[in-house]
């Protein structure tokens, strides 16, 4: 968090092992990581970009919330009172694990993991199909249920071998990968704590950055072109930069794919928002829009103004931009719009 970044956990109990100590680490590491948070918090916490929404997010239930301890209830409040805190929680009366990670995994943009069972595996393949970075660490400590293939241990076995298929770093460090996951090997615990988290936040800063998908006009011949063109260039790309975004625009950047088609969909599925702008009404955008709504992904809409929506997505909130404005008021209006339509919540949310 020092170092720009947000969190992602979930809330409720926090379970200490069955001998009964009071003072035994828990089993479950929500608190302790928020714990450090309100330390971030009290410190001084002016890093995160704003415009990507709030940097902590907490996934609960009605009955996880009714399971905090009363040593942790001060900590929620002053947490609740920072403005700083997003509570996404599933439908009354579940508790259902794998519907949390599923909501965790919505708002997460790289995963790390430490021991676990079946409920770590579930949530790295959450974060693996969307192409997400997951960090698995070393340390055997085990699942609290006993149960799973090896948790985090395994995977880390696996992305050892296999790197780039749980994280890719930064073109700046391309073919890092393995040798920064040697350098966070716990050694079963006889590696240096402080050394561990310091070589995993240098990790984490040397990824490639989060991507903004942009779905807009890309026909040169169309009357519209140059207004888009000039809207994307002028405004979009400066605010996404300014968000930590990298852009993905199909047709303009650089792909790993042979056929568009599969270009587009893949790399709108594992971005971390799209940025859809209607002008010019194509009906290609349109589906694009579609999907990434379908897939819960954050999503703005734009549009020149004066484009005519079509009925359903006249109540999908639209920044109608002006293109004969300055650019720097076209940008501030794009930054008003983003803070504050940047936390809507999905149309549907699948629980």
Known sequence: ????????????REPRPENGDADAPSLLFDWT??????????AGFNKWPTKYGLPIV???????????PENRRGLYDTLLKSSLLQVESIMPGSRAAAFLRQRQATFGD???????GTGVEHLADLYLERHKPVLPL???LGASRDDGTGGALRLSKEARSRPTRFFRFDPAFANEESAALAGIATRDGTASPTDISVGIVELLCRLARPTAFYVRLLNPDHAKFSAVESFFREVVDPVVKEAGLDRVEIGTDKSQHAFMNVAIFESLHSSSMAIVDVTGERPNCFIELGYALGIQNRVLVTAEEGTKLPFDQEMIPCHFWKPAAPAADRKKALIEFWERCINRPPIVKVE
Do not use: Q, W
């Not at 790289?110 to 676990?116: C, K, S, Y």
């Open 33 to 42: 990581a928020l714990e450090t948070v309100g330390k971030c918090i009290t």
């Open 58 to 68: 907490v996934a609960t239930s009605e009955k996880a919330e009714s399971e905090i």
């Open 110 to 116: 790289a995963l790390v993991i430490l021991g676990g």
């Open 1 to 12: 968090m020092a170092a720009g970044g947000g969190i992602v956990v979930g809330l409720g």
């Open 138 to 140: 070393d340390l055997p």
